[in-house]
Nanobody
Framework: QVQFVESGGGSVPSGGSLKLSCTISRYYYANYCLGWFRQAPGKQRERVASIDRDGQTTYAAPAKGRFSVSADSAENAGYLSMSSLEPDDTAMYYC???????????????WGQGTQVTVSS
């Protein structure tokens, strides 16, 4: 199994910045993706950004240009730097670990407990 420690959430005004951190007990898979998802009340969980073992990143449309995903394999850690935050970014943010295969891409297997981000207008 994999354990997560997530941190960095909080309350900020519109236009503010936050950096989320996710430390995992082990990567578990030789080829993996580390991702960030979010879920707002009454909405489905959505992927925000991800990074794979080789450093390739992907971003959902709302995150492009404002968020940056990174990872430190030596520290077993992942990060999501968020700037120009808007009230629509308010959600619980989750870190996730995926097995990556050529056939299926990132298969999200393990989830953190989440950290709350609240952006006030």
């Amino acid at each position: 199994q994999v354990q997560f420690v997530e941190s960095g959430g909080g309350s900020v005004p519109s236009g503010g910045s936050l950096k989320l951190s996710c430390t995992i007990s082990r990567y578990y898979y030789a080829n993996y993706c580390l991702g960030w998802f979010r879920q707002a009340p009454g909405k489905q969980r959505e992927r925000v950004a991800s990074i794979d073992r080789d450093g390739q990143t992907t971003y959902a449309a709302p995150a492009k240009g404002r968020f940056s995903v990174s990872a430190d394999s030596a520290e077993n850690a992942g990060y999501l730097s968020m700037s120009s935050l808007e009230p629509d970014d308010t959600a619980m943010y989750y870190c996730s670990l995926a097995r990556k295969t050529r056939q299926l891409g990132c298969e999200w297997k393990f989830w953190g407990q989440g950290t709350q981000v609240t952006v006030s207008s």
